[in-house]
T-cell receptor
């Protein structure tokens, strides 16, 4: 059973294109996230949703737009892709949107985006 | 001081060795700390939470030093399968409900 699943796993696309990454979790969690891991391996939060409501929106370009149709899904749409968007994008979920000790974050396998 | 900082390594150790990593953090009000493990080209996974009194899980021991604002991870009797990147995770000091991940310390256990 895959707890947090995201598609596609690999995506190669040209600059200027628009692409989406889909994410679903079957853990019954209330909070979902999008993280970006760049070539230097820094894992940075981009967005956080709690029960379909946006609670964290980091300073990412507005070309990135998350969509949460329900609390089990959080999709990421990227417009006008740029070379610098190349990275691994991880979807994740947790039971609560806080930083408590028992609030484990479960990550999807990652989506490897390469913009050429 | 950076929000969270780790020595990137790599730490190259022989099987059976004991190895320790430290991680410093800036937010003195932080209450919850974690170590995550990330294998090459895989997603991060929780290794262990760090409690104020320190905690142990098999060969792994996590310690918190509030005075000096660092947490540590000790691995005893290293196995080849311990080779991975270990991410230190602390609450964000920007007031938002989020966790900040360190850039990780890479461990390579050699036969």
């Amino acid at each position: 059973d895959t707890a947090v699943s995201q598609t596609p796993k690999y995506l190669v696309t040209q600059m200027g294109n628009d692409k989406s990454i889909k994410c679903e979790q079957n853990l019954g969690h209330d909070t979902m996230y999008w993280y970006k891991q760049d070539s230097k391996k820094f894992l940075k939060i981009m967005f956080s949703y709690n029960n379909k409501e946006l609670i964290i929106n980091e300073t990412v370009p507005n070309r990135f737009s998350p969509k949460s149709p329900d609390k089990a899904h959080l999709n990421l749409h990227i417009n006008s892709l740029e070379l610098g968007d190349s990275a691994v994008y991880f979807c994740a979920s947790s039971q609560e949107g806080n930083t408590g000790k028992r609030n484990t974050i479960y990550f999807g396998e990652g989506s490897w985006l390469t913009v050429v | 001081r950076k929000e969270v900082e780790q020595d990137p390594g790599p730490f190259n150790v022989p099987e059976g060795a004991t190895v320790a990593f430290n991680c410093t953090y800036s937010n003195s009000a932080s209450q919850s700390f974690f170590w995550y493990r990330q294998d090459c080209r895989k997603e991060p996974k929780l290794l262990m939470s760090v409690y104020s009194s320190g905690n142990e899980d098999g060969r792994f021991t996590a310690q918190l030093n509030r005075a000096s604002q660092y947490i540590s991870l000790l691995i005893r009797d290293s196995k080849l399968s311990d080779s991975a990147t270990y991410l230190c995770v602390v609450p964000s000091d920007t007031g938002r409900r989020a966790l900040t991940f360190g850039s990780g310390t890479r461990l390579q256990v050699q036969p």
